[in-house]
């Protein structure tokens, strides 16, 4: 069975702070997402990496950043928090570009 | 810009009933629709579908793609309380470079009463 974890299952943090969210896939997967989920809006691609040291923008890439140093592991990266970054920020796996992808147990960020 | 609708937004239903969630798409380059149940917390893949007219089944759960209509159903027959969930449907572009961005709707939340 495939396994995405997360760092966090509940965060909180103050406005202005560094917050580190980080992803860990063990199945050897090539590919690995950031997405963010709110009510009404649904799944929206934050980042992507298709390799290691790899990362290409999402659909809202602004106020965050991405690294993958290596290949079952990947962070993301809010350099300062805002209270419009509160919401529930899922981790997702493929192993190739057109297969499914697998998805961590997500991370709900409150900025306060 | 890639689009998914999905209908209804709530449903509640009865256990024993069967219902229906329809998903929509506007997609340049289709290659596959995929539908996901979440429950409290990640969602978990049920279903890629690629080919028109081809039903996929697991077990009370069904979909089929029209890719004519531009239009895919999902099918849970005999409902359950543990089926009490948020079904997301979402589209995958032909890979034109690095990796395939998934598109999803909103989703549509299901409840199953006793």
């Not at chain 1, 990496?49 to 999402?58: A, H, I, Q």
């Not at chain 1, 290949?71 to 300062?80: D, G, N």
């Not at chain 2, 893949?45 to 009370?60: D, H, V, Y």
């Not at chain 2, 309380?81 to 909103?106: E, H, M, Q, R």
Request: charged share 25%; aromatic share 10%; hydrophobic share 35%.
């Amino acid at each position: 069975d495939v396994k995405v974890t997360q760092s966090s299952r509940y965060l909180v943090k103050r406005t202005g702070e560094k917050v580190f969210l980080e992803c860990v896939q063990d199945m050897d997967h090539e590919n690995m997402f950031w997405y963010r989920q709110d009510p009404g809006l649904g799944l929206r691609l934050i980042y992507f990496s298709y390799d290691v040291k790899m990362k290409e923008k999402g659909d809202i890439p602004e106020g965050y950043s991405v690294s993958r140093e290596k290949k079952e592991r990947f962070s993301l990266i809010l350099e300062s928090a805002s209270t419009n970054q509160t919401s529930m920020y899922l981790c997702a796996s493929s192993l190739r570009p057109h297969y499914e992808q697998y998805f961590g147990p997500g991370t709900r960020l409150t900025v306060t | 810009e890639d689009k998914v609708v999905q209908s209804p937004l709530s449903l509640v239903v009865h256990e024993g009933d069967t219902v229906t969630l329809n998903c929509s798409y506007e997609v340049t380059n289709f290659r596959s629709l995929l539908w996901y149940k979440q429950e409290k917390k990640a969602p978990t893949f049920l279903f890629m579908l690629t080919s028109s007219g081809i039903e996929k089944k697991s077990g009370r759960l069904s979909s089929i793609l029209d890719k004519k209509e531009l239009f895919s159903i999902l099918n849970i027959t005999a409902t359950q309380t543990g089926d009490s969930a948020i079904y997301l449907c979402a589209v995958l572009p032909i890979n034109t470079g690095t990796a395939s961005k998934l598109t999803f709707g909103t989703g549509t939340r299901l409840q199953v009463t006793l």
